[in-house]
């Protein structure tokens, strides 16, 4: 009888535990506690009456779900995946926390894209951004906006192009492991991965690209198929210029690990030729100022002999600049959610080295998005990681020979990726639809009808990716000066935060001011907190002069 109110107790724990991921318990938002709990019940249970224990209700699920067909575990873990990513990225969206900088950008850009201007973006200072990043893979995406022509389109492909990491993931785990429980603990691992999240919940970007198309390199590389992996480095590269980093990390590992110097040392000699071609060449051309706009990321100085001669002379101060307490955290947070099995195949270190070191050597405010995992820069690592792990998690089981070894290793990945999973998806959107009611987001959007499709547009921050449809769209502040060029000025004084404390008054005084300009405000909402104005004297060039 004990057994079975155990169980039972069990039971109801479990699937309250499963509801924590998709409903808002404020209580319980984060799901530390509650693993914690769930852990130790599942001890208890177990050493209660082992015999008994693959019988409980939940357990014996479970073992159907893992003995479930390879595809049926694909494509519900895609399907999965890529629902909560989309309707948390589009619930975002409504909720005006999408911003010009980075969702408004692409999606002008792609947009101009499908109507033969190329990747033209005015939020740039009215260049191609092809004169700011190498990533002529958006040309793709452009047809699909002559189908429905929305940002959406943007964030519900991310979403997609994150979930179909499990395809090669999964490749990659039945060619290397028969264990099916520990092949199931990485699916689950990589469906709670925050950094996964990170990418997914940070406006859009081309990264979303590289997760996938490195895992397809990585797999291929494994199966030795050395045509479609090349194939796939080809597609890698046409994502961002510094994906020639993973050429030259692919190159070496092939050189040292799989002894084939011919091809190893090709792509690595490939590598820094596209680089230069992509930076000293091909950006610049497309740059009003005709230059590669990010040589500021080197933490030495602008130049590379400044930053090679720092290294040979002073590797103490770069040590210094890699172990700080928020990247040594970044790092801690990066390799946790797998138990930190990576380490475990020093093989692997070349693969990881590369990225992880372009992460984590810029330094200052600026650049903190490289070593933080809610930023879309994790994409280069998360594949990386997760081939290391595989292969640790191989010899681990291989030198211990214990028995039920590998379910003890899938419960210890599992405990880690839920220990380090934070809020629950069904907290953030929660949290986004709440904002959406609060604070009448959709009725803001509604105001925005009265500006023409044709009209040049200056708006706040997280206004852009919801006006960026346009020749001619700009991010508001009251000192830029786009505030004098645009035919409207979109003002809603709820979305201030991108703007500096000290700047704050300059808000009212430019509205004040702004019938000097010959602007008038054509709509102020009831409480006055949004406004449009509108220069119907304004010369339209002056938005093409911009840069």
């Given at each position: ?17 499963l509801g924590l991921f998709v409903t808002d318990f404020h209580i319980i938002s984060n ?517």
């Amino acid at each position: 009888m004990p057994v079975k109110i155990f169980d039972f107790i069990l039971n109801l724990y479990f699937y309250l535990f499963l509801g924590l991921f998709v409903t808002d318990f404020h209580i319980i938002s984060n799901i530390v506690g509650p693993t914690i709990g769930l852990m130790v019940l599942l001890f208890f249970r177990y050493h209660l009456q082992k015999e008994s224990f693959f019988k409980i209700g939940f357990v014996s699920n479970i073992k159907k779900i893992v003995n479930s067909k390879d595809n049926t575990i694909i494509v519900s873990s895609m399907a999965i995946i890529a629902v909560i990513f989309s309707g948390i990225s589009i619930a975002r969206h409504f909720a005006l926390s999408s911003g010009s900088q980075d969702l408004g950008i692409f999606d002008q850009a792609v947009w101009n894209a499908s109507h033969g201007r190329g990747l033209l973006s005015s939020l740039k200072g009215n260049m191609s951004l092809l004169g700011d990043h190498f990533e002529p893979i958006l040309l793709f995406i452009a047809p699909l906006y002559l189908v429905w022509s929305s940002p959406l389109v943007l964030l519900i492909l991310q979403a997609l192009l994150l979930a179909s990491g499990f395809i090669p993931l999964f490749l990659i785990l039945k060619h290397l492991m028969k264990e099916r429980a520990l092949i199931m603990a990485f699916i689950v691992s990589y469906m709670l991965s925050k950094p996964l999240r990170g990418i997914a919940y940070s406006d859009f970007h081309p990264e979303c690209f590289i997760l996938p198309l490195l895992f397809l390199c990585c797999y291929f590389l494994i199966v030795k198929r050395d045509g479609l992996f090349l194939l796939s480095l080809f597609l890698l590269l046409f994502c961002k210029e510094d994906t020639v980093i993973y050429c030259c990390a692919f190159g070496l590992f092939i050189s040292m690990i799989q002894k084939r110097y011919a091809l190893g040392l090709s792509l690595c000699v490939m590598g820094a030729a596209l680089w230069f071609l992509e930076t000293r060449i091909f950006i610049p051309f497309y740059n009003p100022r005709g230059v590669y706009p990010y040589m500021d990321r080197l933490p030495f100085g602008p130049t590379y002999a400044a930053n090679i001669s720092v290294v040979i002379s002073a590797p103490m101060r770069v040590l210094r600049l890699i172990f700080t307490p928020e990247k040594i955290v970044y790092c801690f947070k990066m390799f946790g959610p797998l138990g930190f099995i990576s380490f475990l195949s020093p093989a692997h270190y070349i693969l990881i080295a590369l990225p992880l070191t372009r992460d984590l050597l810029p330094q200052g405010i600026n650049f903190s998005g490289y070593y933080n995992i809610t930023s879309h820069y994790t994409a280069g690592l998360i594949p990386f990681i997760f081939i290391s792990a595989i292969y640790g998690s191989s010899l681990i089981i291989r030198k211990l020979k214990m028995k039920n070894i590998a379910l003890y290793l899938s419960l210890f990945i599992i405990s880690s990726s839920l220990f380090f999973y934070g809020k629950t998806d069904g907290y953030k959107f929660m949290r986004f639809i709440t904002t959406i009611k609060q604070e009448n987001t959709l009725k803001k959007l509604s105001y925005l009808k009265i500006i023409p499709q044709d009209a040049s547009v200056a708006a706040n921050f997280n206004l852009v990716p919801h006006l960026a449809h346009r020749r001619f769209i700009f991010e508001w502040h009251p000192d830029s000066k786009v505030s004098a060029v645009a035919e409207y000025v979109v003002i809603d004084k709820d979305l201030l935060g991108y703007i500096l404390k000290p700047d704050l008054p300059k808000v009212d005084k430019f509205i004040k001011n702004s019938a000097l300009n010959g602007y008038q405000i054509v709509f102020k909402s009831g409480n006055g907190q949004f406004l449009i104005l509108h220069n119907p004297g304004i010369d339209k060039s002056l938005a093409e002069a911009v840069h």
